[in-house]
């Protein structure tokens, strides 16, 4: 079997209190994969960046666990689980998220500066993951010399530079145009396939829809459709 790499078990998010409560996730429990590619999808309020952000630590449930590598990262502390985040997932943003006054591989190695790796070896891993998203030769650059089909494609490389366990991909493909939107999904698709590192993305694009090997459909805070392609 498959290993489990992610699990959400009758996870609930609740804001407000009495007559203004409302459940932003009702009781869902979920499990990812290693290697998946998977899409959460639905409406704006269905709760799918919720779930991202609960997936993430970056938001606590109300009650329920949520297990990544068989950890349980719902009750860690801060300093705790800023540390495992660091390094145990990778992030891709709609907004690209990149430092404009640090070359391109600077904001590759970041993270691994902070993990404390050696300079050769950062240097070493900025240079294959360069290849990698196609962009070899651009080291020097600065975020705003480069397009941005080029500067998402740095924040893939971030993302993946500390082989991570999973990959968090929120709308990554919106403030790209089609055939860069495109190109990215196909990229992270490669990434997927060659390292067999696990994606999920929140999204409405259906480039990513079309590409993912997995549906996840979020309704009214709840899990309406699950579906393996």
């Known amino acids: 079997m498959d290993e489990i790499i992610f699990e959400l078990e009758e996870v609930t998010k609740t804001y407000g209190e009495g007559e203004t409560l409302v459940h932003a996730l009702d009781h869902v429990s979920l499990q990812i994969r290693k290697g998946e590619f998977s899409a959460l999808v639905g409406p704006s309020g269905s709760g799918k960046s919720t779930l991202l952000n609960v997936m993430s630590g970056l938001d606590h449930p109300t009650s329920g666990g949520v297990f990544l590598a068989g950890r349980e990262i719902s009750h860690m502390s801060s ?21 404009p006054v640090l070359t391109v591989e600077e904001n590759i190695e970041y993270v ?9 070896i950062r240097r070493g891993r900025v240079k294959e993951i360069l290849e990698d ?10 975020p705003p010399q480069l397009s941005g089909g080029q500067q998402q494609r740095v924040a893939v490389a971030r993302a993946m530079v500390t082989k991570p366990k999973i990959i968090l991909a929120d709308e990554p493909t919106a403030n790209l145009d089609s055939h860069n939107g495109e190109a990215l999904v196909e990229l992270m698709e490669q990434m997927n396939a060659k390292y067999n590192v696990t994606f999920i993305f929140s999204t409405h694009d259906s480039m990513i829809m079309d590409h993912a090997k997995r549906l996840i459909t979020i309704k009214d805070g709840k899990i309406f459709n699950d579906e393996i392609r």
């Open 133 to 142: 998203v196609g962009l070899s030769g651009k080291e020097a650059s600065f």
């Open 112 to 120: 691994m500066l902070l993990q404390g790796v050696d300079k050769k």
């Open 79 to 99: 300093n705790e689980l800023s540390d495992f985040r660091r390094d145990n997932i990778g992030f891709i943003f709609q907004a690209y998220n990149l430092i």
